[in-house]
């Protein structure tokens, strides 16, 4: 009979410490065009704030673009000979959902049918 603690965690040192991520460069600064598409993303806002301007002078341009700050709330909005600052508020905050007593959520491998779902015959 095996005579461990039971807290004892027996897995290799890598599965004990999960998944590891590559680590990741910062750019919270996005330049997103007239549809909303992202066009690019940096890690300094002047640098964000000038390729933008240098961006809308193009003839196929989908204008107005927008440099978001999302830490800051604001945006700058860009077009030709323009460059509006735009401050973000909030109105009011609505309620949303009620937290879920759920301790772990299930999580499944892809193509892994949830086993707690209810099935058809």
């Not at 965690?9 to 890598?14: G, K, L, Q, S, V």
């Not at 000979?81 to 735009?86: D, K, S, V």
Request: net charge negative; aromatic share 8%.
């Amino acid at each position: 009979m095996d005579r461990r603690a039971a807290d004892q965690d027996c897995r290799p040192a890598e599965a004990q410490a999960g998944p590891s991520f590559p680590p990741r460069r910062i750019r919270p600064y996005a330049v997103l065009n007239g549809y909303g598409e992202q066009l690019a993303t940096f890690a300094d806002w002047s640098d964000a704030h000038a390729w933008a301007h240098r961006a809308a002078d193009e003839p196929e341009a989908i204008l107005p673009l927008e440099v978001e700050d999302r830490s800051q709330r604001i945006t700058r909005r860009i077009g030709r000979g323009t460059c509006e600052l735009i401050a973000w508020t909030i109105f009011t905050k609505i309620g949303g959902c009620e937290p879920v007593e759920e301790s772990h959520p299930a999580i499944y491998e892809p193509g892994e049918a949830d086993p707690t779902a209810a099935t058809t015959p």
